[in-house]
Protein backbone atom coordinates (compact mmCIF):
# COMPACT_ATOMS: atom_id res chain seq x y z
CA UNK A 1 0.00 0.00 0.00
CA UNK A 2 1.59 3.25 -0.89
CA UNK A 3 1.76 6.33 1.74
CA UNK A 4 -1.29 8.00 2.57
CA UNK A 5 -3.88 5.02 2.28
CA UNK A 6 -5.94 3.88 5.12
CA UNK A 7 -4.07 1.33 7.11
CA UNK A 8 -5.09 -2.36 7.85
CA UNK A 9 -5.10 -3.06 11.75
CA UNK A 10 -3.30 -5.72 13.25
CA UNK A 11 -5.66 -7.81 14.97
CA UNK A 12 -4.58 -7.74 18.89
CA UNK A 13 -6.76 -11.55 19.10
CA UNK A 14 -4.20 -14.39 17.73
CA UNK A 15 -6.55 -14.64 15.00
CA UNK A 16 -8.66 -12.00 12.89
CA UNK A 17 -12.51 -11.76 12.09
CA UNK A 18 -13.76 -11.43 8.72
CA UNK A 19 -14.71 -7.48 9.34
CA UNK A 20 -10.87 -6.96 10.56
CA UNK A 21 -9.03 -8.02 6.98
CA UNK A 22 -10.07 -5.30 5.05
CA UNK A 23 -8.74 -1.90 5.37
CA UNK A 24 -10.69 0.45 7.83
CA UNK A 25 -11.78 3.95 8.48
CA UNK A 26 -9.50 4.82 11.72
CA UNK A 27 -11.27 5.79 14.46
CA UNK A 28 -12.42 9.34 15.32
CA UNK A 29 -9.24 11.75 16.89
CA UNK A 30 -11.58 14.45 18.32
CA UNK A 31 -10.51 15.77 21.54
CA UNK A 32 -13.99 14.93 23.36
CA UNK A 33 -13.29 11.40 22.87
CA UNK A 34 -10.73 10.72 25.23
CA UNK A 35 -7.90 7.71 24.74
CA UNK A 36 -8.61 4.92 25.40
CA UNK A 37 -6.20 3.18 28.26
CA UNK A 38 -5.12 0.15 26.16
CA UNK A 39 -1.87 -0.36 24.82
CA UNK A 40 -0.74 1.10 22.26
CA UNK A 41 -2.18 0.29 18.86
CA UNK A 42 -0.35 -1.31 16.07
CA UNK A 43 -0.39 -1.92 12.75
CA UNK A 44 -0.11 -4.97 10.21
CA UNK A 45 3.27 -4.22 8.23
CA UNK A 46 4.96 -7.01 6.00
CA UNK A 47 7.44 -7.62 8.88
CA UNK A 48 4.83 -7.55 11.40
CA UNK A 49 6.10 -4.64 13.51
CA UNK A 50 5.30 -1.39 14.12
CA UNK A 51 7.62 0.22 12.02
CA UNK A 52 7.92 4.37 12.35
CA UNK A 53 6.36 4.99 9.23
CA UNK A 54 3.01 2.97 10.68
CA UNK A 55 2.65 4.55 14.20
CA UNK A 56 0.34 6.87 12.78
CA UNK A 57 -3.69 5.85 11.54
CA UNK A 58 -3.34 6.90 8.04
CA UNK A 59 0.23 5.69 7.16
CA UNK A 60 1.46 2.16 6.86
CA UNK A 61 3.74 0.19 4.96
CA UNK A 62 1.41 -2.91 4.92
CA UNK A 63 1.62 -4.33 1.12
CA UNK A 64 -1.85 -4.31 -0.57
CA UNK A 65 -2.99 -7.52 0.37
CA UNK A 66 -2.52 -9.07 3.96
CA UNK A 67 -0.28 -11.85 4.83
CA UNK A 68 -2.56 -14.70 4.57
CA UNK A 69 -3.84 -14.03 1.23
CA UNK A 70 -1.95 -16.73 -1.20
CA UNK A 71 0.51 -15.28 -3.57
CA UNK A 72 -1.71 -15.37 -6.68
CA UNK A 73 -2.00 -11.66 -7.33
CA UNK A 74 -5.45 -11.58 -9.14
CA UNK A 75 -7.27 -14.03 -7.11
CA UNK A 76 -7.78 -14.66 -3.22
CA UNK A 77 -9.77 -17.17 -1.11
CA UNK A 78 -13.13 -16.85 0.02
CA UNK A 79 -13.97 -15.32 3.19
CA UNK A 80 -14.45 -17.84 5.75
CA UNK A 81 -16.07 -17.08 9.33
CA UNK A 82 -13.10 -17.06 11.96
CA UNK A 83 -13.88 -19.37 14.98
CA UNK A 84 -11.68 -19.55 17.51
CA UNK A 85 -11.03 -23.35 17.55
CA UNK A 86 -10.74 -23.57 13.82
CA UNK A 87 -7.48 -24.91 12.84
CA UNK A 88 -5.10 -23.05 11.37
CA UNK A 89 -2.46 -23.31 8.14
CA UNK A 90 -0.67 -20.81 6.30
CA UNK A 91 0.87 -21.48 3.22
CA UNK A 92 4.59 -20.44 1.13
CA UNK A 93 4.59 -20.37 -2.28
CA UNK A 94 7.44 -20.28 -4.16
CA UNK A 95 8.34 -20.41 -8.17
CA UNK A 96 5.59 -20.59 -11.13
CA UNK A 97 2.32 -20.40 -11.47
CA UNK A 98 1.59 -23.66 -11.87
CA UNK A 99 2.88 -23.68 -7.86
CA UNK A 100 0.32 -21.16 -7.38
CA UNK A 101 -2.55 -22.89 -8.75
CA UNK A 102 -1.55 -26.50 -6.83
CA UNK A 103 -1.08 -24.38 -3.97
CA UNK A 104 -4.75 -22.36 -4.43
CA UNK A 105 -6.20 -25.73 -5.01
CA UNK A 106 -4.42 -27.43 -2.18
CA UNK A 107 -5.94 -24.00 0.46
CA UNK A 108 -9.30 -25.02 -1.17
CA UNK A 109 -9.40 -28.81 -0.06
CA UNK A 110 -8.41 -27.81 3.46
CA UNK A 111 -10.97 -24.62 3.47
CA UNK A 112 -13.45 -26.97 2.92
CA UNK A 113 -12.35 -29.53 5.59
CA UNK A 114 -13.40 -26.02 8.14
CA UNK A 115 -9.54 -25.19 8.13
CA UNK A 116 -8.73 -20.85 7.84
CA UNK A 117 -5.55 -19.64 6.22
CA UNK A 118 -3.64 -17.20 8.07
CA UNK A 119 -0.80 -15.54 8.72
CA UNK A 120 2.66 -18.17 9.37
CA UNK A 121 3.24 -16.38 12.68
CA UNK A 122 -0.34 -17.89 13.40
CA UNK A 123 -0.30 -21.01 11.98
CA UNK A 124 -0.69 -24.69 13.34
CA UNK A 125 0.45 -26.32 10.22
CA UNK A 126 2.77 -23.96 6.99
CA UNK A 127 2.52 -25.90 3.41
CA UNK A 128 5.94 -24.63 1.83
CA UNK A 129 5.13 -24.97 -2.36
CA UNK A 130 8.88 -25.10 -3.42
CA UNK A 131 10.90 -24.62 -6.71
CA UNK A 132 13.74 -26.30 -7.91
CA UNK A 133 14.77 -24.72 -11.27
CA UNK A 134 17.87 -23.31 -10.35
CA UNK A 135 20.35 -23.52 -7.18
CA UNK A 136 19.01 -20.00 -5.72
CA UNK A 137 15.36 -21.22 -6.12
CA UNK A 138 17.26 -24.66 -3.82
CA UNK A 139 18.13 -21.88 -1.77
CA UNK A 140 15.20 -20.00 -1.15
CA UNK A 141 13.12 -23.24 -1.04
CA UNK A 142 15.04 -24.24 2.38
CA UNK A 143 15.35 -20.79 3.65
CA UNK A 144 11.69 -20.81 3.46
CA UNK A 145 10.95 -23.77 5.18
CA UNK A 146 13.61 -23.28 8.05
CA UNK A 147 11.99 -19.75 8.75
CA UNK A 148 8.67 -21.52 9.05
CA UNK A 149 10.16 -24.55 11.30
CA UNK A 150 11.44 -21.24 13.76
CA UNK A 151 8.13 -19.60 14.32
CA UNK A 152 7.36 -19.19 18.19
CA UNK A 153 3.72 -21.48 17.37
CA UNK A 154 6.09 -23.98 16.64
CA UNK A 155 3.95 -25.47 13.14
CA UNK A 156 4.09 -28.61 11.80
CA UNK A 157 5.86 -27.91 8.44
CA UNK A 158 4.97 -29.63 5.00
CA UNK A 159 6.79 -29.30 2.42
CA UNK A 160 5.66 -30.57 -1.28
CA UNK A 161 6.01 -29.05 -4.69
CA UNK A 162 9.43 -29.51 -7.36
CA UNK A 163 12.72 -29.96 -4.60
CA UNK A 164 10.47 -32.73 -2.62
CA UNK A 165 9.97 -34.71 -5.49
CA UNK A 166 13.45 -34.82 -6.36
CA UNK A 167 14.75 -34.50 -2.26
CA UNK A 168 17.12 -37.04 -1.29
CA UNK A 169 16.32 -36.68 2.59
CA UNK A 170 17.70 -33.33 3.20
CA UNK A 171 14.97 -31.30 3.35
CA UNK A 172 13.22 -33.70 6.23
CA UNK A 173 16.71 -33.08 8.21
CA UNK A 174 15.75 -29.29 8.22
CA UNK A 175 13.88 -30.02 11.41
CA UNK A 176 11.72 -32.07 13.60
CA UNK A 177 8.66 -30.90 12.70
CA UNK A 178 9.39 -30.96 8.68
CA UNK A 179 7.04 -33.45 6.76
CA UNK A 180 8.12 -34.17 2.96
CA UNK A 181 4.95 -34.72 0.63
CA UNK A 182 5.98 -34.92 -3.25
CA UNK A 183 2.87 -36.00 -3.91
CA UNK A 184 0.85 -32.97 -3.91
CA UNK A 185 -2.75 -33.92 -3.80
CA UNK A 186 -1.84 -36.10 -0.95
CA UNK A 187 -0.99 -32.81 0.81
CA UNK A 188 -4.39 -32.24 2.04
CA UNK A 189 -5.06 -36.09 3.73
CA UNK A 190 -1.38 -35.21 5.20
CA UNK A 191 -2.32 -32.12 6.81
CA UNK A 192 -5.78 -33.35 7.85
CA UNK A 193 -3.73 -35.98 10.00
CA UNK A 194 -1.70 -33.42 11.61
CA UNK A 195 -4.76 -31.36 12.71
CA UNK A 196 -6.68 -34.37 13.39
CA UNK A 197 -9.50 -33.49 11.43
CA UNK A 198 -11.90 -35.48 9.42
CA UNK A 199 -9.09 -36.27 5.95
CA UNK A 200 -9.64 -33.99 3.38
CA UNK A 201 -10.01 -35.05 -0.10
CA UNK A 202 -7.73 -35.25 -2.65
CA UNK A 203 -7.01 -32.35 -4.08
CA UNK A 204 -8.63 -31.01 -8.05
CA UNK A 205 -8.64 -28.38 -9.79
CA UNK A 206 -11.73 -27.41 -9.40
CA UNK A 207 -11.48 -23.92 -7.07
CA UNK A 208 -14.58 -22.33 -8.18
CA UNK A 209 -16.47 -20.67 -4.83
CA UNK A 210 -13.32 -19.74 -3.44
CA UNK A 211 -13.04 -15.89 -3.86
CA UNK A 212 -11.38 -15.72 -7.40
CA UNK A 213 -11.50 -12.21 -8.61
CA UNK A 214 -11.48 -10.65 -12.18
CA UNK A 215 -8.42 -13.52 -13.27
CA UNK A 216 -8.01 -16.96 -12.43
CA UNK A 217 -5.54 -19.44 -13.52
CA UNK A 218 -6.70 -22.76 -14.74
CA UNK A 219 -3.69 -26.05 -14.88
CA UNK A 220 -3.93 -27.71 -18.05
CA UNK A 221 -1.08 -29.72 -18.25
CA UNK A 222 1.96 -30.70 -15.94
CA UNK A 223 5.56 -32.22 -16.86
CA UNK A 224 7.82 -31.37 -19.52
CA UNK A 225 10.43 -33.87 -21.17
CA UNK A 226 12.91 -31.07 -23.36
CA UNK A 227 15.59 -32.02 -21.02
CA UNK A 228 17.12 -28.33 -21.74
CA UNK A 229 20.54 -28.67 -20.51
CA UNK A 230 20.21 -25.80 -17.70
CA UNK A 231 16.05 -27.47 -16.43
CA UNK A 232 16.03 -30.11 -13.96
CA UNK A 233 11.85 -29.58 -14.03
CA UNK A 234 11.85 -32.56 -16.13
CA UNK A 235 13.31 -34.55 -13.64
CA UNK A 236 10.53 -33.52 -10.97
CA UNK A 237 7.31 -32.86 -12.60
CA UNK A 238 7.61 -35.96 -15.08
CA UNK A 239 6.53 -36.82 -18.35
CA UNK A 240 3.93 -33.94 -19.60
CA UNK A 241 0.33 -35.12 -18.82
CA UNK A 242 -2.69 -33.01 -20.10
CA UNK A 243 -5.70 -32.15 -18.01
CA UNK A 244 -9.27 -33.93 -19.52
CA UNK A 245 -10.70 -30.92 -21.76
CA UNK A 246 -14.39 -31.93 -19.93
CA UNK A 247 -12.67 -30.69 -16.64
CA UNK A 248 -10.84 -28.13 -17.67
CA UNK A 249 -14.14 -26.36 -19.54
CA UNK A 250 -16.05 -27.07 -16.21
CA UNK A 251 -13.52 -25.38 -13.96
CA UNK A 252 -14.13 -22.44 -16.49
CA UNK A 253 -17.27 -22.60 -16.50
CA UNK A 254 -17.61 -22.38 -12.60
CA UNK A 255 -14.63 -19.30 -12.35
CA UNK A 256 -17.14 -17.48 -14.92
CA UNK A 257 -20.39 -18.29 -12.15
CA UNK A 258 -17.93 -17.08 -9.78
CA UNK A 259 -16.86 -13.48 -11.38
CA UNK A 260 -13.81 -13.96 -13.11
CA UNK A 261 -13.77 -12.04 -16.75
CA UNK A 262 -10.25 -13.67 -17.74
CA UNK A 263 -8.75 -17.51 -17.31
CA UNK A 264 -5.07 -17.62 -17.93
CA UNK A 265 -4.40 -21.39 -18.98
CA UNK A 266 -0.95 -22.61 -17.75
CA UNK A 267 0.98 -25.23 -17.49
CA UNK A 268 4.71 -26.53 -17.10
CA UNK A 269 5.49 -27.14 -21.18
CA UNK A 270 1.33 -25.92 -22.23
CA UNK A 271 2.45 -26.68 -25.67
CA UNK A 272 2.46 -30.47 -24.90
CA UNK A 273 -1.42 -29.99 -24.29
CA UNK A 274 -2.91 -33.35 -25.63
CA UNK A 275 -5.57 -35.40 -24.55
CA UNK A 276 -7.58 -38.11 -26.46
CA UNK A 277 -6.66 -35.70 -29.62
CA UNK A 278 -7.87 -32.70 -28.20
CA UNK A 279 -4.31 -30.45 -28.97
CA UNK A 280 -4.04 -27.00 -27.53
CA UNK A 281 -5.69 -24.54 -30.56
CA UNK A 282 -8.64 -27.08 -30.05
CA UNK A 283 -8.92 -26.63 -26.30
CA UNK A 284 -8.70 -22.56 -26.81
CA UNK A 285 -11.54 -22.95 -28.86
CA UNK A 286 -13.43 -24.80 -26.43
CA UNK A 287 -12.65 -22.59 -23.74
CA UNK A 288 -13.83 -19.81 -25.51
CA UNK A 289 -17.59 -21.42 -26.06
CA UNK A 290 -18.17 -21.17 -22.48
CA UNK A 291 -18.52 -17.12 -22.76
CA UNK A 292 -15.38 -16.36 -20.98
CA UNK A 293 -14.25 -12.84 -21.72
CA UNK A 294 -10.85 -12.99 -21.72
CA UNK A 295 -8.57 -16.29 -22.24
CA UNK A 296 -4.89 -16.10 -21.66
CA UNK A 297 -1.69 -18.96 -22.08
CA UNK A 298 0.80 -18.58 -19.35
CA UNK A 299 3.58 -19.14 -22.07
CA UNK A 300 4.41 -21.63 -24.75
CA UNK A 301 7.49 -22.91 -26.54
CA UNK A 302 8.79 -21.31 -29.77
CA UNK A 303 8.63 -24.86 -31.62
CA UNK A 304 4.68 -24.85 -30.71
CA UNK A 305 3.60 -21.64 -31.71
CA UNK A 306 2.26 -23.29 -35.28
CA UNK A 307 0.16 -22.47 -38.26
CA UNK A 308 -2.66 -24.36 -36.07
CA UNK A 309 -2.46 -22.40 -32.68
CA UNK A 310 -1.75 -19.14 -34.26
CA UNK A 311 -5.50 -19.95 -36.73
CA UNK A 312 -7.10 -21.03 -33.63
CA UNK A 313 -6.31 -17.77 -31.57
CA UNK A 314 -7.11 -15.50 -35.24
CA UNK A 315 -10.26 -16.95 -34.90
CA UNK A 316 -11.12 -16.65 -30.94
CA UNK A 317 -12.30 -12.84 -30.22
CA UNK A 318 -11.52 -13.38 -26.36
CA UNK A 319 -8.30 -14.53 -26.38
CA UNK A 320 -5.35 -11.75 -25.47
CA UNK A 321 -3.11 -10.08 -27.75
CA UNK A 322 0.25 -11.45 -26.02
CA UNK A 323 2.24 -14.69 -25.97
CA UNK A 324 4.78 -15.53 -23.93
CA UNK A 325 7.79 -17.05 -25.88
CA UNK A 326 10.74 -17.96 -23.91
CA UNK A 327 14.15 -17.51 -26.04
CA UNK A 328 16.68 -17.86 -23.25
CA UNK A 329 19.75 -16.87 -25.67
CA UNK A 330 20.56 -14.61 -29.15
CA UNK A 331 23.16 -16.22 -29.70
CA UNK A 332 22.87 -19.63 -32.02
CA UNK A 333 25.81 -21.03 -30.67
CA UNK A 334 24.52 -20.48 -27.03
CA UNK A 335 21.04 -21.60 -27.64
CA UNK A 336 22.30 -25.34 -29.08
CA UNK A 337 24.56 -25.77 -26.20
CA UNK A 338 21.34 -25.14 -24.17
CA UNK A 339 20.04 -27.83 -25.30
CA UNK A 340 17.09 -25.52 -27.14
CA UNK A 341 15.41 -26.51 -30.27
CA UNK A 342 15.30 -23.60 -32.62
CA UNK A 343 17.76 -20.61 -33.55
CA UNK A 344 17.53 -17.13 -33.87
CA UNK A 345 16.35 -17.26 -37.22
CA UNK A 346 13.71 -19.55 -36.61
CA UNK A 347 12.46 -17.73 -33.68
CA UNK A 348 12.33 -14.58 -35.43
CA UNK A 349 10.34 -16.29 -38.16
CA UNK A 350 7.37 -17.78 -35.25
CA UNK A 351 7.19 -14.09 -34.05
CA UNK A 352 7.05 -12.36 -37.87
CA UNK A 353 4.01 -14.75 -38.68
CA UNK A 354 2.41 -14.31 -35.37
CA UNK A 355 2.47 -10.26 -35.24
CA UNK A 356 0.96 -11.17 -38.94
CA UNK A 357 -1.78 -13.32 -37.44
CA UNK A 358 -2.78 -10.97 -34.65
CA UNK A 359 -2.98 -7.47 -34.82
CA UNK A 360 -0.90 -5.28 -32.18
CA UNK A 361 0.18 -8.61 -30.66
CA UNK A 362 2.83 -8.15 -27.17
CA UNK A 363 5.39 -10.43 -27.13
CA UNK A 364 7.52 -11.14 -24.25
CA UNK A 365 9.97 -13.48 -23.48
CA UNK A 366 13.07 -15.06 -21.08
CA UNK A 367 16.11 -14.07 -21.74
CA UNK A 368 19.06 -16.18 -19.55
CA UNK A 369 22.37 -14.37 -18.90
CA UNK A 370 25.17 -15.37 -18.19
CA UNK A 371 24.98 -19.37 -19.65
CA UNK A 372 28.58 -22.14 -18.91
CA UNK A 373 30.45 -20.48 -22.03
CA UNK A 374 28.71 -17.69 -22.91
CA UNK A 375 31.46 -15.45 -24.71
CA UNK A 376 31.56 -11.32 -24.86
CA UNK A 377 30.17 -12.43 -28.82
CA UNK A 378 27.58 -14.49 -27.14
CA UNK A 379 26.33 -11.88 -25.25
CA UNK A 380 26.69 -9.20 -28.11
CA UNK A 381 24.81 -11.38 -30.64
CA UNK A 382 21.53 -11.55 -27.70
CA UNK A 383 21.62 -7.53 -27.89
CA UNK A 384 21.58 -7.46 -31.40
CA UNK A 385 18.45 -10.15 -31.51
CA UNK A 386 16.66 -8.51 -28.76
CA UNK A 387 16.32 -4.87 -30.14
CA UNK A 388 16.27 -6.54 -34.09
CA UNK A 389 13.01 -8.33 -33.01
CA UNK A 390 11.23 -6.15 -30.22
CA UNK A 391 9.76 -6.99 -27.49
CA UNK A 392 6.69 -5.85 -25.07
CA UNK A 393 8.70 -7.07 -22.15
CA UNK A 394 11.99 -9.06 -21.50
CA UNK A 395 12.01 -11.22 -18.35
CA UNK A 396 15.94 -11.73 -17.31
CA UNK A 397 17.70 -14.56 -15.18
CA UNK A 398 21.15 -15.02 -13.88
CA UNK A 399 22.39 -18.51 -15.08
CA UNK A 400 22.45 -20.39 -11.32
CA UNK A 401 23.44 -23.78 -11.74
CA UNK A 402 21.31 -26.65 -10.98
CA UNK A 403 22.86 -29.79 -9.52
CA UNK A 404 22.18 -32.87 -11.71
CA UNK A 405 21.92 -31.06 -15.18
CA UNK A 406 24.36 -31.45 -17.65
CA UNK A 407 25.05 -27.57 -17.32
CA UNK A 408 26.18 -27.28 -14.00
CA UNK A 409 28.88 -29.94 -14.45
CA UNK A 410 30.78 -27.85 -16.86
CA UNK A 411 34.19 -26.01 -16.57
CA UNK A 412 33.41 -22.88 -18.20
CA UNK A 413 31.41 -20.68 -15.85
CA UNK A 414 30.91 -17.30 -16.26
CA UNK A 415 32.05 -14.99 -13.60
CA UNK A 416 29.55 -13.82 -11.11
CA UNK A 417 30.50 -10.22 -12.15
CA UNK A 418 30.28 -10.77 -15.35
CA UNK A 419 26.93 -12.52 -15.19
CA UNK A 420 25.80 -9.03 -13.22
CA UNK A 421 27.40 -6.86 -15.55
CA UNK A 422 25.59 -8.50 -19.12
CA UNK A 423 22.33 -8.75 -17.22
CA UNK A 424 22.31 -5.16 -16.70
CA UNK A 425 22.40 -4.25 -19.91
CA UNK A 426 19.92 -7.25 -21.39
CA UNK A 427 17.32 -5.36 -18.41
CA UNK A 428 18.33 -1.93 -19.79
CA UNK A 429 17.40 -2.53 -23.46
CA UNK A 430 14.13 -4.78 -22.33
CA UNK A 431 13.40 -1.40 -20.08
CA UNK A 432 13.52 0.73 -23.31
CA UNK A 433 12.02 -1.73 -25.37
CA UNK A 434 9.04 -1.87 -22.83
CA UNK A 435 8.57 2.04 -22.76
CA UNK A 436 8.27 1.90 -26.92
CA UNK A 437 6.00 -0.34 -26.48
CA UNK A 438 3.50 1.63 -24.24
CA UNK A 439 4.26 4.37 -26.62
CA UNK A 440 2.55 2.77 -29.05
CA UNK A 441 -0.31 2.58 -27.29
CA UNK A 442 -0.64 6.14 -26.60
CA UNK A 443 -4.05 7.45 -28.51
CA UNK A 444 -5.59 4.37 -28.68
CA UNK A 445 -8.46 3.04 -26.88
CA UNK A 446 -7.65 -0.15 -24.93
CA UNK A 447 -9.74 -2.77 -22.87
CA UNK A 448 -8.62 -3.12 -19.12
CA UNK A 449 -9.87 -5.28 -16.86
CA UNK A 450 -9.96 -3.23 -13.99
CA UNK A 451 -8.21 -5.22 -10.53
CA UNK A 452 -8.04 -2.47 -8.19
CA UNK A 453 -9.26 1.10 -7.68
CA UNK A 454 -7.60 3.01 -10.49
CA UNK A 455 -5.62 0.08 -12.22
CA UNK A 456 -5.96 -2.67 -14.13
CA UNK A 457 -4.66 -4.98 -17.53
CA UNK A 458 -4.79 -4.34 -20.67
CA UNK A 459 -5.24 -7.51 -23.37
CA UNK A 460 -1.76 -6.78 -24.11
CA UNK A 461 -0.54 -7.56 -20.84
CA UNK A 462 0.23 -3.53 -20.15
CA UNK A 463 -0.63 -2.22 -16.79
CA UNK A 464 -2.54 0.69 -16.88
CA UNK A 465 -3.63 3.71 -14.29
CA UNK A 466 -6.68 5.70 -14.77
CA UNK A 467 -8.79 7.91 -12.58
CA UNK A 468 -10.98 5.54 -9.31
CA UNK A 469 -14.19 7.03 -10.90
CA UNK A 470 -13.42 5.59 -14.38
CA UNK A 471 -14.43 1.98 -13.42
CA UNK A 472 -15.05 -0.23 -10.51
CA UNK A 473 -12.84 -3.55 -9.55
CA UNK A 474 -13.77 -6.36 -10.81
CA UNK A 475 -15.57 -4.94 -14.16
CA UNK A 476 -13.74 -4.46 -17.99
CA UNK A 477 -14.09 -1.29 -19.42
CA UNK A 478 -12.79 0.50 -22.42
CA UNK A 479 -10.04 2.91 -21.95
CA UNK A 480 -8.30 6.07 -23.22
CA UNK A 481 -4.64 5.72 -23.58
CA UNK A 482 -3.29 9.37 -22.78
CA UNK A 483 0.26 8.35 -22.10
CA UNK A 484 2.39 6.37 -19.51
CA UNK A 485 3.77 6.88 -16.25
CA UNK A 486 6.83 8.21 -14.84
CA UNK A 487 8.67 5.02 -14.42
CA UNK A 488 8.11 3.75 -17.88
CA UNK A 489 5.97 0.66 -16.34
CA UNK A 490 2.13 1.50 -17.50
CA UNK A 491 0.25 3.04 -19.37
CA UNK A 492 -1.80 6.26 -18.02
CA UNK A 493 -5.86 6.77 -19.35
CA UNK A 494 -8.77 7.95 -18.46
Known sequence: MSRGKTPLARPESPLPSPTQRFR?????????????????????????????????????????????????????????????????????????????????????ALIGTGAVVVPQEDAEVVIVTTCTVTGEADHKARKAVRHAHSLPQAPVVVVTGCLAAIDDGALASLGERVIVEADKSAVPARVAAVLGTPSAPATTSARAGEGFHTRAMVKVEDGCDNFCAYC????????????????????????????????????INIGRYDHAGVRLPDLIEAVAETGIERIRLSSVEPEDVDDALLSAIGRTPAFCEHLHVPLQSGSDRTLAEMGRHYDTATYAAIIERAREAIPHLAVSADVIVGFPGETEADAAETLAFLERVSFAKLHVFRYSARAGTPAAARDDRVPPETIARRAAAVRALGGSMRVEHLREQVGRTVEVLVERTGEGTARDGSRARFAATVAAPGTLARVSVSGIDEAGFALTAW
Open 24 to 108: RTPPSRSSSAPRAASRPRRYLCSSRRAHRSCRSATRCCVPRRPAWWLPHSHSRLAEVSVARNAHRVAFRTLGCKVNQVEAETIAA
Open 232 to 267: IVPHARGVPRSTPIEDVIAEVRALRDAGAHEVVLTG
